[in-house]
């Protein structure tokens, strides 16, 4: 049985659909760990009600960026995780980070990257460009996460279609409604090693 940790920072629905798809044995692993750099975060208290451990570490906790990005490591190899899964998580991961658990962090992203990614490209940034752009397809994509905001080698992607109505608002919830599918499917090939990190 794999272990998983999941990073978030916000509402947490690629979070809640990798928890129920690992309760219900979708994904043949247990989420050991839910760290969040944001206090408030609504994942969080989604993964305390369900009894998961829940940690929350950010600049305001640890204002040492070095110190930060140990604690953080620390907190990943205590719970001796195999996979790292940042479902909206914010932060740039840290070099300590990124060494001690190289090829096993995974993010999504919705964009058919690499279109729409690197630095300025989130949230609903994304959606705008898209559709003044007036792409006729956009989508979800699954990557390994190495040192720059969203490289590192693509894993899955999977399309959806723009209609003329489609707005900025109208493309962003398309696009989570298959993310929470494209997660917990390449999840579980990677833990079949049907995809090779
Ligand atoms: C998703 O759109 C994901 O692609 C992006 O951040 C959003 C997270 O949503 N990386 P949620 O917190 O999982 O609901």
């Given at each position: 049985?794999?272990?998983?940790?999941?990073?978030?920072?916000?509402?947490?629905?690629?979070?809640?659909?990798?928890?129920?798809?690992?309760e219900?044995?979708?994904?043949?692993?247990?989420?050991e760990?839910?760290?969040?750099?944001?206090?408030?975060?609504?994942?969080?208290?989604?993964?305390?009600?369900?009894?998961?451990?829940?940690?929350?570490?950010?600049?305001?906790?640890?204002?040492?960026?070095?110190?930060?990005?140990?604690?953080m490591?620390?907190?990943?190899?205590?719970?001796?995780?195999?996979?790292?899964?940042?479902?909206?998580?914010?932060?740039?991961?840290?070099?300590?980070?990124?060494?001690?658990?190289?090829?096993?962090?995974?993010?999504?992203?919705?964009?058919?990257?690499?279109?729409?990614?690197?630095?300025g490209?989130?949230?609903?940034?994304?959606?705008?460009?898209?559709?003044?752009?007036?792409?006729?397809?956009?989508g979800?994509?699954?990557?390994?996460?190495?040192?720059?905001?969203?490289?590192?080698?693509?894993?899955?992607?999977?399309?959806?279609?723009?209609?003329?109505?489609?707005?900025?608002?109208?493309?962003?919830?398309?696009?989570?409604?298959?993310?929470?599918?494209?997660?917990?499917?390449?999840?579980?090939?990677?833990?079949?090693?049907?995809?090779?990190?």
């Amino acid at each position: 049985m794999k272990k998983l940790a999941i990073l978030v920072s916000g509402r947490g629905s690629n979070m809640s659909a990798i928890i129920d798809a690992c309760e219900q044995d979708r994904i043949s692993a247990s989420v050991e760990i839910v760290l969040s750099n944001n206090a408030d975060a609504k994942a969080l208290s989604i993964a305390k009600e369900k009894r998961i451990n829940t940690v929350y570490i950010s600049s305001q906790t640890h204002t040492n960026p070095e110190q930060l990005d140990a604690v953080m490591r620390n907190t990943l190899l205590k719970h001796n995780v195999d996979l790292i899964i940042l479902a909206g998580f914010m932060k740039k991961i840290g070099p300590k980070v990124l060494s001690e658990f190289e090829g096993k962090i995974l993010n999504i992203h919705p964009s058919l990257l690499p279109k729409y990614g690197g630095k300025g490209f989130y949230g609903m940034n994304i959606h705008r460009a898209v559709v003044d752009a007036g792409d006729k397809e956009s989508g979800a994509t699954i990557h390994l996460v190495c040192g720059d905001y969203d490289d590192g080698k693509i894993l899955a992607q999977e399309t959806v279609t723009l209609n003329e109505e489609d707005t900025p608002e109208s493309l962003a919830k398309k696009i989570l409604k298959i993310e929470h599918g494209l997660y917990v499917k390449t999840i579980q090939e990677i833990i079949e090693e049907r995809i090779i990190l």
